[in-house]
Nanobody
Framework: QVQLVESGGGLVQAGGSLRLSCVASGSIFSNSVAGWYRQAPGMQRELVAAITGGGSTNYGDSVKGRFTISRDNAKNTVYLEMNSLKPEDTAVYYC???????????WGQGTQVTVSP
């Protein structure tokens, strides 16, 4: 079993920055593809960014150039640096760890990010 705990959400004004962290426990984190997803009220959950164990990254179109995903496998942690935040970035942000060798996916409990105009 893998546990994921997110932190770093909060309220910020448009144009501001936040850094989310997700700490994993219970498995070999470096074997996972780690990702951040978000879900706004009434909307489907969408991919924000993902990073492989080797550091290859993928971003949703709406956050390219503003958000950066990174990971520290020694600390079992994945980060999401969010800059130039917009009100439309308001959502609950979820951390995900997918282990392709066993086809299992785990989710954190989510952290709220609210961007005021």
């Amino acid at each position: 079993q893998v546990q994921l705990v997110e932190s770093g959400g909060g309220l910020v004004q448009a144009g501001g920055s936040l850094r989310l962290s997700c700490v994993a426990s219970g498995s070999i984190f470096s074997n996972s593809v780690a990702g951040w997803y978000r879900q706004a009220p009434g909307m489907q959950r969408e991919l924000v960014a993902a990073i492989t164990g080797g550091g290859s990254t993928n971003y949703g179109d709406s956050v390219k150039g503003r958000f950066t995903i990174s990971r520290d496998n020694a600390k079992n942690t994945v980060y999401l640096e969010m800059n130039s935040l917009k009100p439309e970035d308001t959502a609950v942000y979820y951390c995900n760890a997918y282990f392709p060798n066993v086809h299992k996916s785990y989710w954190g409990q989510g952290t709220q990010v609210t961007v005021s105009p």
